[in-house]
T-cell receptor, first 112, second 114 residues
């Protein structure tokens, strides 16, 4: 079945460091891909999305490119801030199932 | 602000004692979802409503039921909670089902079963 695999956390970085959180997927058909973020005590929020191959989603300095050839959607940010500390979820949506399938989440901790 | 509200944020119930979790939305979205999220695991879809149409996931236990009396409200009923039902329960909404539509999540209700 369709699935999402994310790198395990926590990822611990100093402020202004470069961030990569890996995400790969398995899906039939052509899924849409998403990154959601969950700040402490809050619900999940959509961070960015891409709906077809080679699309790049971007928001708040975060970017991810839909790579069909490697079935990946890695999240990157050039310079993280303490306020980026949160749990990040990669997810896919396929029309086979009409539902979002989430990865297990990656906790990011950024220290000053 | 338009939003998805879940009440209560924390719920403690006893083993086997029925419990109801509440979700409301001011977004006027057609679709409402319930997810279960256990510690360090991915959110798992339990069921969703498209307007009044109920869609149950095949692996959702019969112990879990849902009601949507109107567009704004949706309830999750756990008829006989077991210890394994302790989790965070997330409500989400979207304007439509298609993948291009963003899902908006509430803050979740953390359920403890004693």
């Amino acid at each position: 079945g369709d699935s999402v695999t994310q790198m395990e956390g926590p990822v611990t970085l100093s402020e202004e460091a470069f961030l990569t959180i890996n995400c790969t997927y398995t899906a039939t058909g052509y899924p849409s891909l998403f990154w959601y973020v969950q700040y402490p005590g809050e619900g999940l929020q959509l961070l960015l999305k891409a709906t077809k191959a080679d699309d790049k989603g971007s928001n708040k300095g975060f970017e991810a490119t839909y790579r069909k050839e490697t079935t990946s959607f890695h999240l990157e940010k050039g310079s993280v801030q303490v306020s980026d500390s949160a749990v990040y979820f990669c997810a896919l949506f396929t029309y086979n199932t009409d539902k979002l399938i989430f990865g297990t989440g990656t906790r990011l901790q950024v220290f000053p | 602000d338009a939003m998805v509200i879940q009440n209560p944020r924390y719920q403690v119930t006893q083993f086997g004692k029925p419990v109801t979790l509440s979700c409301s939305q001011t977004l006027n979205h057609n679709v409402m979802y319930w997810y279960q999220q256990k510690s360090s695991q991915a959110p798992k879809l339990l069921f969703h409503y498209y307007d009044k149409d109920f869609n149950n996931e095949a692996d959702t236990p019969d112990n879990f039921q849902s009601r949507r009396p109107n567009t704004s409200f949706c309830f999750l009923d756990i008829r006989s909670p077991g210890l394994g039902d302790a989790a965070m329960y997330l409500c989400a909404t979207s304007r439509d089902i298609a993948g291009s539509y963003e899902q908006y999540f509430g803050p979740g209700t953390r359920l403890t079963v004693t």
